[in-house]
């Protein structure tokens, strides 16, 4: 019989690939999959408890809160803030960095950096969403208080980062910059169990995931890419599939397993795009490099983008380096 896994036991088995750990990283792991368990249990039962629908309040960009957006913040705060290993907390949702100021937590190594539920707009379809996460080892002095400047670092410096996927099953996938591996909750037993190991992008793809209903408003080198990828060519597998379900996480998770681009250029209207760079794009760009793919705002590598606000937006393209190195060739050639 196959020996199983658990989240829990793989990440105590890799803390041998950390020589000056302490065990802090791994237990603020273990409090991320905890508070999923939490978001898992409501997501599911959404149809039947008070947990669908609007908030009523706004958060830092403008967007409306849903029930489900400020249960999955609150959980994954409570859960930060509990387990003492956590210096200071950037969320997606709050304007401003929490500052956890204790005597515990001004002596701990990590800040986190979370989008609690990313896609949140599918919540009342049943559609997959999910939980984006990032962890940086802080710069500030330890003893004191943490500083915004300890998560405006650039990716490069990531120590950790994942998301988890609610969808048919709930999955969290993670690297520490040794792999990206996936696990799966077992609901029956409470328990994440390794599923998916050593996660690696197919060497070429053909699938291209973009809200084409903005394409009027993309610039002409992205419009030129989708028509690239429409064109007939048996030998480099065109034309490429379109899936686009409109939650980040379901988008990449499906095209790092099958092979394909996942593609949110800035507009006419908002050049930067709508992505944010801490929570959204350098996490996933840490997993993409780890999956032996790439990505890129387009002329620069995610990674080495060094953020100037922890709101800050970017276009972003990730997938297999062939297709990423394609649309940075539409971009420069424009």
Known sequence: MKQLVTLTEFIIDRQGEFPTASGDLSRILNDIGIAAKFVHREVNKAGLADILGLEGTDNIQGEQQKKLDVYANNQFISALKAGGQCAAIASEEN?????????????????VAIDPLDGSSNIEVNVSIGTIFSIYKRKSEFGKPAEEGDLLQPGIDLVAAGYVIYGSSTMLVYTTGHGVNGFTLDPSVGLFILSHPD????????????????????????KAFIQFCHEDDPSTKRPYITRYIGSMVADIHRNMLLGGIFLYP????????????????????????????????????????????????????????????KIEEFIRFF
């Open 266 to 325: 800035g507009t006419i209207k908002k050049p930067q795009g709508k992505l944010r760079l801490l929570y959204e794009c350098k996490p996933m760009a840490f997993i993409a490099e780890q999956a032996g793919g790439k990505a890129s705002d387009g002329s620069r590598r995610i990674l080495e983008i060094h953020p100037d606000s922890v709101h800050q937006r970017s276009p972003f393209y990730m997938g297999p380096s062939a297709m990423v190195e």
């Open 95 to 111: 304007e401003e960095v929490i500052i956890l100021d204790n005597p515990i937590s001004n002596k701990a190594k990590y800040v």
């Open 199 to 222: 996660i690696r992008y197919p060497d070429h793809g053909n699938i291209y995931s973009v809200n084409e209903s903005n394409h009027i408003y993309f610039p002409e080198a992205v």
